[in-house]
């Protein structure tokens, strides 16, 4: 899990992280994402556990979070996402 993250926290432990957009994101206990920007798309990938986004509104770059076969694709706005172990 630590090769394939940018962010991770172990088992109790929470983390408050500022991503390269602008946007933040608080990770839960024993959680990881991955983080991938590109010219017109913010996708993070939401490896284990669960995440806080509060997204930088961006129209031009859609911020995309990925959690199994699970798709979420917003402009700017707060949300929590949660992967549970299995899915």
Known sequence: MR???DHITGTGE???EQLADGSAVQLGPASAIAVEYAVGVRTV???SGQAWFDVKHNPAAPFRVVAGDVR??????SFDVRRIAGS
């Open 45 to 47: 990938r939401l490896l």
């Open 72 to 77: 979420t694709t917003v402009l700017g706005t």
């Open 3 to 5: 090769l394939q993250s």
């Open 14 to 16: 929470v983390s408050a």
